[in-house]
C-alpha cells in the first residue's frame, strides 16, 4: 500500500516562499503521474499541480501558474512544490497523490497526513 507523508508547510507573511515535499513509499512515483492538491477550510480539496510519470509534462491550476514549480527526485521518491508570491489565498491544507491526467482527480484512496501552509497580510 502506498504511503504519502507531506512536510515543508508554515505560516509566513504574504509574498513569501515555501517549498513542499512529498515522500512517497510502497510505489515508485516515476511509474505515476503525481500531483499537489489543497483543501481550504469550508471548501473542497481541489488540484494545484500535477507532474507526468516522465516528468516531461506539468499542468498547475490557473491561480498556481507563474508562481508554482512542481517537480520530483526519482532517488529520493520524492515529489516536491516551490510555492512563491505566497497570498492568503494560498492558505490551505496540501496533499499529494497520485493524479488521472486530464481530470486531475486523485487516485490513490488513501491520504497523508497533509501540510497546513498559512500565509497572513
Known amino acids: 500500500q502506498v504511503q504519502l507523508v507531506e512536510s515543508g508547510g508554515g505560516s509566513m507573511q504574504a509574498g513569501g516562499s515555501l517549498r513542499l515535499s512529498c515522500a512517497v513509499s510502497?510505489?515508485?512515483?516515476?511509474?505515476?503521474?503525481m500531483g499537489w492538491f489543497r483543501q481550504s477550510p469550508g471548501k473542497e480539496r481541489e488540484f494545484v499541480a500535477a507532474i507526468s510519470w516522465s516528468a516531461n509534462f506539468r499542468e498547475y491550476v490557473d491561480s498556481a501558474k507563474g508562481r508554482f514549480d512542481i517537480s520530483r527526485d526519482i532517488s529520493k521518491n520524492t515529489v516536491f512544490l516551490q510555492m512563491n508570491d505566497l497570498g492568503p489565498d494560498d492558505t490551505a491544507v496540501y496533499y499529494c497523490?497520485?493524479?488521472?491526467?486530464?481530470?486531475?482527480?486523485?487516485?490513490?484512496?488513501?491520504w497523508g497526513q497533509g501540510t497546513q501552509v498559512t500565509v497572513f497580510s
Open positions: 510502497g510505489g515508485n512515483i516515476g511509474d505515476y503521474d
Open positions: 497523490n497520485r493524479v488521472r491526467w486530464g481530470a486531475w482527480e486523485a487516485l490513490f484512496r488513501s
